[in-house]
């Protein structure tokens, strides 16, 4: 719908990520383990493992004593986009966007926050230009490798060239978006359901 960035054929604004910011990329908290609590209480934390493109499954996130001063500093807001600063070369640079957040939630330390002017982009529109195979391309050059793993830094991920198109060519993207998401949804219903069925022949006739 409206092409490579890094050619810009359709001839959009063309800006780097960190001109459209209201919120520019912080790191998030580093607690020790003795932090970290298993009987309910404490706040929520996104780590590696909870990372999801479309957003956490907040109830299973694991939870740590922070101060006051912690949760304003690292806590998230709607909107906001975490990208994963650190991991192997194949995962770093991966994009999330928080949505319906149901309590105050930080975010972990090998990640960084940021939030887009919305009176410029729908955060879920850069969130898509953020998992783009351009995007991933751009952050796989500028990483810092290192043995097992590789890093980019605030001024990589504020570097990357976005396309700004207007507003109603943004909405038109995530309503079409939205609509595929839900016949995938439905598709994968489907297979699972066909999967059942032919475990369920298959105890039966050799079982």
């Given at each position: ?26 790191n ?6 003795k ?30 004593n922070?101060t006051q001063?912690e ?35 930080v975010?972990?330390?090998n ?9 410029t982009m ?9 998992t ?37 060519d ?8 939205a609509e ?19 475990d369920?022949?298959?105890?039966e006739y050799f079982g």
């Amino acid at each position: 719908m409206f092409g490579d960035p890094s050619d810009n054929s359709r001839n959009y604004q063309v800006v780097s990520i960190g001109e459209i910011l209201s919120v520019q990329p912080s790191n998030g908290l580093y607690k020790p383990q003795k932090d970290y609590v298993t009987d309910g209480s404490g706040v929520p934390i996104i780590r590696i493992d909870s990372f999801n493109e479309e957003g956490p499954n907040y109830s299973a996130l694991k939870r740590l004593n922070c101060t006051q001063k912690e949760t304003e500093k690292y806590g998230l807001r709607d909107g906001d986009i975490v990208v994963n600063r650190v991991n192997s070369i194949g995962c770093m640079g991966k994009t999330m966007l928080i949505d319906h957040l149901p309590e105050v939630v930080v975010f972990e330390s090998n990640m960084m926050r940021m939030h887009v002017e919305e009176s410029t982009m729908f955060p879920r529109f850069l969130r898509h230009q953020m998992t783009s195979d351009y995007a991933k391309r751009y952050f796989e050059s500028h990483a810092k490798k290192a043995i097992g793993q590789a890093s980019i830094n605030q001024a990589d991920v504020k570097g990357l060239k976005v396309l700004v198109p207007p507003y109603v060519d943004q909405k038109s993207f995530l309503d079409f978006a939205a609509e595929v998401d839900k016949s995938r949804v439905v598709v994968q219903k489907q297979i699972e359901k066909l999967q059942t069925l032919y475990d369920s022949l298959a105890q039966e006739y050799f079982g």
